[in-house]
């Protein structure tokens, strides 16, 4: 009894230590602004090999959609700043520092934006022109979105929350127009984010203690909140081993593509309830061929057990179990058929979340999903697993 009151004495230090170096890191002004852009940007990057993929979603379930309501919703934000700040409710910010951390911002944002677009020279999914990366429609989206947070997001949670709603919407929309790569959607959204935050950084300099209004605006983290969350998720899914069918063939699916809402309630900071809704999509490779209309597309709607750790203020981890209900269409492979399944899955993973804001927050995902499947009257099961992000607003 003794050795294991010890062995959980010396995993609570440990754990409270790991918190600790966290908090510390995580508190500085660097850390805070590279923690709040970089995730999304470094994603962005990673997700470029499944481009095509997450596109051939938006070209099967939006083939025809074509709106220009991103063309106004990436200024939004700004418009209801400066519509608060008309109508005489006190900012974090005087007019003058306002505006200066606001061009700041804009200056920096338009310089990378341009720069990458005149470098990189990516087409766009239409093809209109070779300009896609980064999207800077999403860049200002989350631009302006942060700067309407840095002013009157002290007044109520529900600012920021619209606010990054809004931006996230944006982004969505220039997908689904066809303009924009994912890859471009979250690159644009991390470049918004760290540009304002480096706007209003060199502002602060500049101004020192001059123009701040004496409002309460530092965001406070309570390390016990429960951590109740809406979120977005995009993942890369990873293939694990083969499967048979028939007698001498087998076949194995490509990496691909995972796009998905999740969503929990928290009774307490440790244990809620909850469930997601989303797609998969990856190609079938048989007997080491690809056919590129061989496409598998997974939908799964699950519902289940959602845990978390507090290791700091800012810092979770986390976990899930969940039941899925699958369906996908019949897949006419070369000389074999898969039959179309409605049945039942099991779900389960592992996150790390890092609060960026009060209401809004980065998570880092690894699924695994166990998916039965059914060919010539025989029942298997796929194992996948998948590795990705989440952009969440808490409440």
Not at 54 to 74: A, I, K, M, S
């Amino acid at each position: 009894m003794t050795d294991s009151l010890c062995a959980e004495v010396d995993t609570s230090i440990v754990i409270q230590k790991v918190g600790d170096a966290l908090e510390r890191i995580s508190n500085t002004r660097f850390h805070k602004i590279v923690y709040s852009s970089a995730p999304l940007i470094i994603n962005g990057l990673i997700v470029r090999g499944q481009n095509k993929h997450f596109r051939g979603l938006r070209n099967d379930y939006l083939p025809e959609f074509h709106r220009h309501l991103d063309d106004y919703t990436q200024y939004l934000p700004a418009a209801v700043m400066l519509g608060l700040k008309l109508g005489g409710e006190e900012s974090r910010s005087s007019w003058g520092r306002m505006l200066a951390s606001d061009v700041l911002s804009v200056a920096v944002m338009a310089s990378i934006v341009n720069t990458l677009k005149h470098t990189t020279h990516v087409e766009r999914p239409d093809g209109t022109d070779r300009h896609s990366y980064p999207s800077g429609h999403t860049a200002t989206a989350f631009m302006t979105a942060t700067m309407l947070t840095k002013e009157y997001g002290y007044k109520s949670p529900w600012i920021g929350i619209g606010a990054y709603t809004v931006a996230s919407a944006t982004g969505l929309m220039r997908m689904a127009n066809n303009k924009h790569w994912l890859s471009d959607v979250l690159t644009g959204a991390g470049i918004g984010i760290l540009s304002t935050e480096l706007g209003y950084y060199f502002a602060d300099l500049i101004f020192k203690n001059r123009g701040l209004n004496n409002v309460n605006s530092n965001e406070t983290f309570d390390k016990m909140l429960n951590p109740s969350f809406l979120s977005l998720n995009f993942q890369i899914s990873l293939p694990l081993g083969s499967y048979p069918i028939g007698q001498h063939s087998e076949f194995k699916v490509s990496s691909g593509c995972t796009s998905a809402v999740e969503g929990a309630y928290f009774f307490n900071p440790y244990v809620g309830v909850g469930g997601r809704i989303g797609v998969t999509r990856t190609s079938v490779i048989v007997d080491k061929v690809k056919a590129e209309d061989n496409v598998f597309d997974a939908w799964r709607i699950s519902g289940g057990a959602y845990f978390s750790y507090p290791l700091s203020e800012r810092w979770l981890v986390g976990s899930k179990l969940l039941a899925e209900r699958m369906h996908y269409p019949d897949l006419q492979l070369t000389n074999y058929l898969i039959d179309s399944q409605h049945s039942f899955a099991f779900g389960t993973g592992l996150s790390m979340t890092f609060r960026a804001r009060q209401r809004y927050g980065i998570r880092l995902l690894l699924d695994y999903d166990l998916m039965p499947y059914r060919t010539q009257g025989k029942r298997t099961c796929i194992h996948s697993l998948t590795l990705g992000s989440a952009f969440l607003i808490t409440f």
